[in-house]
C-alpha cells in the first residue's frame, strides 16, 4: 500500500484532529493508503517526522492550523522531502486551505484530500524561513498571536476581526509608526507604515486583502499601508475591509501601495515585529523571494486546473476568488 504519513496538531481547532482521526484513516485507506499517524506537541517533533519518511511514502497529510502548516512546509524544506502536502483544516483562519478549495467540514475536508489531484504552487522564503501564505509587519501583524486561543476556538474568524478593530482603537494614542525600506526592481519605498504585507495567498485571518495574488504566477503581492496620517489611514483600511467582506471588490484605497515582485530586500532602523504565517519571523534585514512552484500540494479535485503558461494563468485567476 502507499504509506501516509499523518501529521496532526491534537490542540489545535479545539482538538478537532483527534475527533477525526479514526475517519481519516477510513477514508486514506479506501483510497489505497496505509496512514502513518505521528502527533504534534512541540516544533522539534516535526523534525523528528521527517526522519520517519522514507522512500515508500507519497503524500504528507498535516492536520492544523497555518502555523502548523508553516513549521511542516519549513521542515519539508529543510530535509529536502518533495512530497505532495495534504491538508485537513482543524485551526482557525485556516488560510491556505481556503486557498486551495478544501471544505471548511472537517469529514468533507478528509474525503478531497484523499481523492484530490497533486499540483504546484509558489512560496516565499526570508533568510532561511519559508511562508506559503504571507509575511507581514506592523500595527495588526501580531492579532494572531495576541488573540486568545479560547476566544479563537469560540468565535473563530470574527475574533480576528473583533481583536484587530479593538487593538489598533486601543493602542493608537500610542503607536509608534514603524519605518520602514523597501527595495525592489518595481517599486522602492522609504517611510512611515502602519502595516506591511507580503502576500503569496489571498487572505490573512480570513480577510482577502490581497484578491490580486495568485500563488502560481511566480510573484508575491506587497501591500504597504502608509502611516502619513495614522487616523485617516485606519478609517480608510477598516472601510475598505468591510467592503471586501461584502463582497464588494474594489482598487486599493489613498495611502496604500500595492505591487507585484519576485524578490525584494525590507530593512528598518528599529526592531519591528515579523509574523510568518500567524508565527514570530526573523528580525530584518532580510530577502525575500518567491520560489515558482516550489511545494506540491493535493487539491480537490476539479478545483484548481493545472497551468502551463501565462495565457492559460490568466484564464484561470477566478479559480482563487
Known sequence: MKRVCYIYNPYSGEKKARR??????????KEGFLVEPF????????????????????????????????????CMKRNNIDLPLAIIPTG????LANLLGYSNNIKAAIRQGATGVERKMDIGRCG?????????????????????????NTFGKLAYYFTSYVNSIQ????????????????????????????????????????????????????IIVKGDNIAE?????????????????TEYPKGVVHFKTKRLRLSSKESINIDIDGEHGPATPFDIECLPSALKVIVPDGLWDDVDDDADMEADDDIFD
Open 20 to 29: 477525526y482521526l479514526d475517519y481519516m484513516i477510513k477514508c486514506y485507506q
Open 39 to 74: 502527533r504534534v506537541e512541540k516544533d522539534g517533533d516535526i523534525d523528528t517526522a521527517a526522519k520517519r519518511i522514507g522512500d515508500e511514502h507519497v503524500r504528507i497529510v498535516v492536520a492544523g492550523g497555518d502555523g502548523t502548516i508553516n513549521s511542516v512546509v519549513n
Open 92 to 95: 482557525t483562519a485556516n488560510d
Open 128 to 152: 532561511d524561513r519559508y511562508f506559503v501564505n504571507v509575511l507581514s509587519a506592523g500595527l495588526f501583524t501580531d492579532i494572531s498571536q495576541k488573540t486568545p486561543t479560547v476566544l479563537k
Open 171 to 222: 493602542e493608537l494614542p500610542k503607536f509608534k509608526l514603524t519605518h520602514i525600506s523597501i527595495e525592489a526592481d518595481e517599486v522602492k519605498f522609504e517611510g512611515n507604515s502602519i502595516v506591511f504585507f507580503v502576500f503569496n495567498g489571498k487572505t490573512a485571518g480570513n480577510m482577502k486583502l490581497a484578491s490580486l495574488s495568485n500563488p502560481q504566477d511566480g510573484l508575491l503581492d506587497v
Open 233 to 249: 489611514t485606519i478609517r480608510t483600511v477598516f472601510h475598505f475591509l468591510a467592503r471586501q467582506l461584502s463582497g464588494v471588490n
